[in-house]
């Protein structure tokens, strides 16, 4: 009885490992390989899938989803002799599970060697300042020949990229010493530009200001002249509106005299010629005036005879 039961147990372990054999689950973005007896069968996709348990093995899972694999930094001699360090990061992904199984033994061993050697083979025709410039062109180069290679791998190889391109100690120090005398240069350039500009807008506003102050005291001059030229015409409008005559001008002309010589500068008084006849109408007004006070002519400006004083005995 007790031979049955374990007999029993065995039976019901088998089936449980068979039944966990035969029912395989493969996640999404995965694959599968299936080989019976060492031989390949098929490929399994993802979801629930059915096998022979015993018979059918699983030889490798692989997952189909783009992968980043960085490469350590590799020397590589420019086309100057001179040895540069390129770190490289590719972008692939499995398309044929069953080529990235049987094709090549390991792909990714594959694709760091086949990347090293391309490098040198595209490094070695540039020089040094060319590789420095040239990442897009060193990408696109080595993404063509290592989608062309590993094709028959079932590899995609989706982009390549350089992280760094590190060249020789002395050749960075040269380049920092070229890269700050560049610098130095475009500052001194931008720095005499700078004053060059400044000089010319303060050259500029000096100009304005100079036309503006010119454009002011012309304006201002006009109207001083104007307004002088106004009260000129005032005053002539006003003397002949009066009609003054010869003794009232030679009047004023005489009063005007004194005001001429005033001032600390007026060290010589030139008498004008004028003068003369000022003091002529002037004399004749004074005539006049005395002639028409006296009443009587010559005879008023007589000189009386002294009066006989009587004798004394």
């Known amino acids: 009885m007790d031979a049955v039961i374990i007999v029993l147990i065995i039976l019901v372990v088998l089936v449980f490992i068979a039944l966990i054999k035969t029912i395989q689950v493969i996640p999404q973005a995965s694959a599968a390989i299936v080989e019976r007896f060492g031989r390949y069968t098929r490929t399994l996709n993802a979801g629930l899938n059915i096998v022979v348990p015993f018979i059918d093995t699983i030889r490798n899972r692989i997952d189909l989803r783009e992968q980043v694999v960085p490469f350590p930094p590799q020397p590589v001699i420019t086309q100057d002799n001179l040895v540069v360090n390129i770190d490289t990061v590719i972008y692939y992904q499995v398309t ?13 061993q594959a694709i760091e060697q086949l990347t090293v050697t391309t490098l040198r083979n595209i490094i070695g025709g540039m020089d040094l300042e060319r590789t420095l410039t040239s990442r897009e062109e060193i990408n696109a180069a080595l993404r063509g020949v290592l989608d062309e290679a590993t094709g028959k791998w079932g590899i995609r190889v989706n982009r390549v990229e350089l992280k760094a391109i590190e060249p020789p100690t002395s050749i960075q120090d040269s380049m920092e010493k070229q890269m700050r005398a560049d610098r130095d240069k475009r500052a001194a350039i931008l720095q005499a530009e700078g004053v060059r500009q400044s000089e010319i807008l303060q050259a500029e506003g000096h100009k304005q200001s100079e036309i503006l102050r010119a454009e002011g005291d012309a304006k201002a001059a006009a109207l001083r002249a104007e307004g002088e030229a106004q ?29 001429i010589a005033e001032g600390d500068a007026n060290k010589l008084w030139i008498v004008p010629s004028e003068i003369g006849d000022a003091l002529k109408g002037l004399g ?23 009066t006989e004083r009587p004798a004394i005995d």
């Open 96 to 108: 044929d599970a069953r080529a990235a199984t049987y094709e090549v033994a390991s792909y990714i």
């Open 231 to 259: 009260a000129i015409r005032t005053v002539f409008e006003s003397i002949h509106a009066g009609d003054p005559d010869q003794k009232l001008l030679s009047y004023q002309y005489l009063q005007m005299l004194p005001k």
């Open 284 to 306: 004749g007004a004074l005539d006049g005036f005395t002639g028409h006070g006296g009443g009587g002519g010559g005879e008023s400006r007589g000189v009386r005879p002294p």
